[in-house]
Structures are given as structure tokens and as C-alpha cells.
């Protein structure tokens, strides 16, 4: 049963209603900050476009777990908010030094590097606000379950170090073990608190929390595995960053490390483990509708082109 609903699912029309309504809620999402240029310099990284595959998978898994996806989605718009800062705190010169993103010019490129920085820095603690103070029929205990997630993915535990980890390695032999530590850190850490912050506002009992644990950590690294083949395969335009830049870098990557067949299949068994996590919770034809968005997501994350 749970096979038959799911190859009915209609996952492009999903993903762009999802899409458009994460798009509407970050649109309101900013105020009238002051001053007027840090609130441009906010909504230019924002409002930027991409997939919103982040908040879309809080969303999918709040519904996994039976909830309201609609009271998600301030914790979902958090979760952008706190990709976004990463991305423009990723491209600064004294970090990854990209020129491009999302197809146009990064933001310190734009308002410079002193703006760019203290608009993610905006960014990160408006992400907190989302969660702690916008996020009405929720709650408090769950809210403060989905602070403390928020918080672990974002710092020295997640991102932070991921990141750090990834600039200390730049020039270096590094072993298959390392490089997942980074991308488990610096990718894995912020989609890990996406599928438990969603499935934690809906009140998902531990088993549910624990599948989605292996569930996130598969599709983690699948995500930066096909990150990695995309930087060596795909122009700058598809991508709509700057391609090869991790090769300019000296950066160790899954297809210099395992080749481009190695590391697809790694990828595809990354799915497959993220999918077989879900399967208990999948059966049945209610249930099987619910958990389809995640499943689609992680097959989505190995056909992307971008």
C-alpha cells in the first residue's frame, strides 16, 4: 500500500506550493529594521530565491508526525534564516571567498564585508526571535526542545565547527572519517534540526525522533556528497555559484577521494538508508501520504542538478 501511495504522490506539485507559501511567511518575516540598510542588506541574502529545502523539510516532517505544518512554519522560516547567514558568512573573503551566489553577486560584494557580516549576524538572532517569540499555538516546552536544536546546529556543535574543521583541512590529505565529521557538522547539523524541529513541534514520540535522526544524517551527506560532484561536473551557471572553487581551494571532496562512480554510490545507498529509517512509520495509506514528502525529498537530493 504504503509503495502505490507513494508513486501517486505529486512531489513537483508539492515542492512549489510548499515552496511559495516558505517564500510568502520570510517575506513578512523582516520588518522595518533600522537602519533601512541592514534590512536590505537582510533581504537581499533572504529573499535570494533557491530551493527552501530546509524549511520545506521541517514542514514535511511536522506533518509526518501529525501536526499543523502552518504552526511550523515560523521555525521553518528560523531555519532559513540560519542557512542564509551561513551562506553570506561562507562567502566572505576570509572564508570561502566567493564572488557568486544564487546566480548574482554575494552579499559582501554588494554592501561589503562589514554589512554583510552584521546582516548575518541579524539574521541568526532573528532566527531565535522566529522560534521564541512568533510562534503562536505552540507550546512552550516544545519551542524550547526546538531552541535547543537550533542552538546545537548553529554553533562550535554544528555549523561553526563544521566550518572551522573544513578551513583548517584546506591543503590537506584528509581520510574519508574527517570529511564526514565536516559535512555532518557544517551541512548535516542545520538538516538535522530541520526534520526535528518540525517533527518536535508536532510532539513526535521518541521512535519517531530517533528514525528521523538516521533519516537526517543520510540525506546529510548524500546532500554534500552530490554538493561535491556538482562542483566538479556543473557550470557556474546551472549552479548558480561559483563551480571548481573547491578544487581552486585544495579541498578534499568525496569524488578526489572515492572518484565521481564511488561517491554516487555512496550517495544512493545514503538514501536508501534514510528512507528504510522511515519505513515503520510509512504504512498504511494515511500514513503513507504523510511520510511521501520526506521520502520524495531524500530521491530529490541525488537527481538535483543544482
Same mark, same amino acid.
Given at each position: 500500500?504504503?509503495?502505490?501511495?507513494?508513486?501517486?504522490?505529486?512531489?513537483?506539485?508539492?515542492?512549489?506550493?510548499?515552496? *511559495?507559501?516558505?517564500?510568502?511567511? &520570510?517575506?513578512?518575516?523582516?520588518?522595518?529594521?533600522?537602519?533601512?540598510?541592514?534590512?536590505?542588506? +537582510?533581504?537581499?541574502?533572504?529573499?535570494?530565491?533557491?530551493?527552501?529545502? /530546509?524549511?520545506?523539510?521541517?514542514?514535511?516532517?511536522?506533518? $509526518?508526525?501529525?501536526?499543523?505544518?502552518?504552526?511550523? +512554519?515560523?521555525?521553518?522560516?528560523?531555519?532559513?534564516?540560519?542557512?542564509? +547567514?551561513?551562506?553570506?558568512?561562507d562567502d566572505l573573503p576570509a572564508m570561502d571567498n566567493d564572488d557568486l551566489r544564487r546566480g548574482r553577486p554575494t552579499n559582501h560584494k554588494v554592501y561589503g564585508e562589514a554589512k554583510a557580516i552584521l546582516a548575518?549576524?541579524?539574521?541568526?538572532?532573528?532566527?531565535?526571535?522566529? %522560534?521564541?517569540?512568533?510562534?503562536?499555538?505552540?507550546?512552550?516546552?516544545?519551542?524550547?526542545? %526546538?531552541?535547543?536544536?537550533?542552538? &546545537?546546529?548553529?554553533?562550535?556543535?554544528?555549523? %561553526?565547527?563544521?566550518?572551522?574543521?573544513? =578551513?583548517?583541512?584546506?591543503?590537506?590529505?584528509?581520510?574519508?572519517?574527517?570529511?564526514?565529521?565536516?559535512? *555532518?557538522?557544517?551541512?548535516?547539523? =542545520?538538516?538535522?534540526?530541520?526534520?526535528?524541529?518540525?517533527?518536535?513541534?508536532?510532539?513526535?514520540?521518541?521512535?519517531?525522533?530517533?528514525? =528521523?535522526?538516521?533519516?537526517?544524517?543520510?540525506?546529510?551527506?548524500?546532500?554534500?556528497?552530490?554538493?561535491?560532484?556538482?562542483?566538479?561536473?556543473?557550470?557556474?551557471e546551472v549552479l548558480g555559484k561559483t563551480a571548481g572553487k573547491d578544487l581552486t581551494a585544495d579541498k578534499t571532496t568525496y569524488p578526489k577521494?572515492?572518484? *565521481?562512480?564511488?561517491?554516487?554510490?555512496?550517495?544512493?545507498?545514503? %538514501?536508501?538508508?534514510?528512507?528504510?529509517?522511515?519505513?515503520?512509520?510509512?504504512?498504511?495509506?494515511?500514513?503513507?501520504?504523510?511520510?511521501?514528502?520526506? $521520502?520524495?525529498?531524500?530521491?530529490?537530493?541525488?537527481? /538535483?542538478? /543544482?
Amino acid at each position: 500500500m504504503t509503495a502505490a501511495v507513494t508513486t501517486t504522490f505529486d512531489f513537483a506539485a508539492y515542492l512549489e506550493a510548499a515552496r *511559495l507559501k516558505v517564500e510568502g511567511a &520570510l517575506a513578512a518575516s523582516l520588518g522595518p529594521e533600522r537602519p533601512e540598510t541592514l534590512r536590505e542588506a +537582510m533581504r537581499y541574502s533572504l529573499l535570494a530565491g533557491g530551493k527552501r529545502l /530546509r524549511p520545506i523539510l521541517c514542514l514535511a516532517a511536522c506533518e $509526518l508526525a501529525g501536526g499543523d505544518s502552518e504552526l511550523a +512554519m515560523p521555525t521553518a522560516v528560523a531555519l532559513e534564516m540560519v542557512h542564509t +547567514m551561513s551562506l553570506i558568512h561562507d562567502d566572505l573573503p576570509a572564508m570561502d571567498n566567493d564572488d557568486l551566489r544564487r546566480g548574482r553577486p554575494t552579499n559582501h560584494k554588494v554592501y561589503g564585508e562589514a554589512k554583510a557580516i552584521l546582516a548575518g549576524d541579524a539574521l541568526l538572532t532573528r532566527a531565535f526571535e522566529m %522560534v521564541a517569540l512568533r510562534s503562536p499555538g505552540v507550546p512552550p516546552q516544545q519551542l524550547l526542545a %526546538v531552541v535547543g536544536e537550533l542552538s &546545537l546546529a548553529s554553533g562550535a556543535p554544528g555549523l %561553526v565547527g563544521g566550518q572551522v574543521v573544513d =578551513l583548517e583541512c584546506e591543503g590537506q590529505s584528509v581520510d574519508l572519517a574527517t570529511l564526514e565529521y565536516i559535512h *555532518l557538522h557544517k551541512t548535516g547539523a =542545520l538538516l538535522r534540526a530541520c526534520v526535528l524541529s518540525g517533527a518536535l513541534i508536532a510532539g513526535a514520540p521518541e521512535a519517531l525522533l530517533a528514525a =528521523l535522526r538516521t533519516y537526517a544524517r543520510g540525506i546529510g551527506l548524500a546532500f554534500q556528497i552530490i554538493d561535491d560532484i556538482l562542483d566538479v561536473t556543473a557550470s557556474s551557471e546551472v549552479l548558480g555559484k561559483t563551480a571548481g572553487k573547491d578544487l581552486t581551494a585544495d579541498k578534499t571532496t568525496y569524488p578526489k577521494l572515492l572518484g *565521481l562512480e564511488e561517491s554516487r554510490q555512496r550517495a544512493d545507498a545514503l %538514501v536508501a538508508e534514510a528512507k528504510a529509517a522511515l519505513a515503520p512509520f510509512a504504512s498504511g495509506e494515511p500514513q503513507a501520504l504523510k511520510a511521501a514528502p520526506l $521520502l520524495a525529498l531524500a530521491d530529490f537530493i541525488t537527481s /538535483r542538478d /543544482r
